[in-house]
DNA sequence: CCCATGAATGACAGCGCTGTCAATTGGATT
DNA sequence: AATCCAATTGACAGCGCTGTCATTCATGGG
């Protein structure tokens, strides 16, 4: 039915060691003899058994996402990033949700992981926030001794990461509403847990610092990222009385935006009028919300591209070096200057 | 370092064959010698290597999930059904998207896939709409005699299917709003190539005949299942002049009604007052744009589990039979009965 | 002209598992 | 007690590929 090694081989002339070495790209062929392979090859439709191949060098040429975060369209975005770098290295990859019960432990989906990687050997793991936060999870993939590339925000032990500089973003972006003219800029918080939360937050802090402000506790309030809390944290913020109520609110993701955007609609506020509204991540929601949100834009699929790519090349090359990847602002029609 | 069946068979002291009928449920084994083996194999935390099992079997425990659907929300609750399924039949899933240059022709993605399954030995392949649809990649997945399921909702060949009755659900949309009292009812078909669009309009089709009603073209625009053709479908419905402008529009997904929305709002149209607008699938934005979006919500993650389920179970049980899940109308804010 | 050297090639085992078929066992039957 | 049969078990080959190591070949130096 289908040619194996062998058929080639015997059409070839060769033995079927030189078709795997040319097939291989490795060294001391003949280029004659490589071409001609490589002809027959095509000529027969051959490619290579891959449990066969993975039986002979216990490599398994595929890749496993692993992740436990809800949001469809980051994942979707790293998933497809992921998958273009892996077929370019003739890998494939394989998609496995840590989702179980809910609030569940650490430790747990570190078992969970465990669990999913002692009957799918793959050749390497990407880690999606906040799972590549776990220091359990971590260290159960070095006990497996399987590679590893987080897609996060920063360093945390030895793994490589691929990310942007949250930060920084959060800084340019609190930047940018101080350079409209607000002065009572609002900052709702993302999920505990995300490492980039903390990060965002940081660089709102640092740029209301650097401009000559106070960080108001009455302007920070706690959000997850989802749009529920969002619609909560923006009342809070929204209700404060005239004159304190701050005219920018910065929430760090556009879901959570998108909420503050339909909060303020629903309590008389025009956005961006009496309020600037800006989000993060630039999602399909940004612009499908009206107006449309001023957002900061991640190089999310990129980051599921490098990180793929990473992994695939890793055995080669030893380059595993964590990189930051370009954010870019996004300037649309929920901010304006204060008049 | 990890444990093979011959250790097992060793420390169960029988033969490497009777631990393999052990694990595989094979019939004729001793129940003292199975319940003996399975505890040395959960000790020795004993999983089989996927790879050696394959090659001796030709079969790879992979099921892939190929799609050119470019609905991030569709494919995320598709593949999240699909891959409990694969779980709890120790199958994993590979995801492959088909995307390449823009405006392929059918021909060409057929070819895309052969590729794809050429390299990676799958023993199913979900397909979703409207890859589904094409004759040239069932025909290829037949001369490869590789298991299909269809995630579509009507037959087509041989092929088994999963869905939802679409026709049905449209009708009793287009019923419900006819019970509210509308007349003028506004239609906007989804995308020419999915088999979905024609089977939505004909439900509605029906509904307005048996109500007596004629259905008239000009209420009917074509569209494609992107927010914008839903702007561009809906400026025409709404730019008729009054007393002959719908009042209600019935949009083929809940992007376009999302569109229908948003038009109405800046043409100064109050929904649900002047307009009542309702969708179809029910993803997350029907709920985040307001008033929130009365529609059909699919049971997607439904038929990727049922569709998975099928694949993993095809071997044992032939009951491939292709069936129908249940839909359910959401009855939500952006639908109102006539004055 | 012979041998050392390195490039090119091939023979063969073995990766971990299952399919085939043969061997063994423990009754039930005569 | 001898015989037979089904149930249970095991020996062994082989799935398609690559790693190891041996072999062949061509080339240049002594």
Known sequence: ???????????????????SRVLNNEPNVADKTRVHVKAIARELRYSPNLAARGLATSKSYLIALIYDNPSINYISHIQ?????????AGYHLVVEPLYLEKAISREEKADAMLSVLEKLPVDGVIL???????QAVLQTLDDLRIDCVRVAPKKKGEQPFVGMDDETAAFQMTQ???KQGHERIGFIKGHVNHAATDLRYAGYVSAISEAGLKVSSTFVVQGDFSFESGVIASRILLELPDGVRPTAIFASNDDMAAAVVSVAGQMGFDVPCDLSVCGFDDTPIARIVSPALTTVRQPIYKMGYQAAKQLTQSSNDQTQISQFLDFEIMIRASVSAIA
């Open 1 to 19: 039915m289908k040619a194996t090694i062998t058929d080639v081989a015997k059409k070839a002339g060769v033995s079927m060691k030189t078709v």
């Open 80 to 88: 497809r990033g992921a998958i273009d770098a892996c077929r370019e």
């Open 128 to 134: 999606t926030p906040p799972l590549c936060d776990s």
């Open 176 to 178: 940018h509403l101080l």
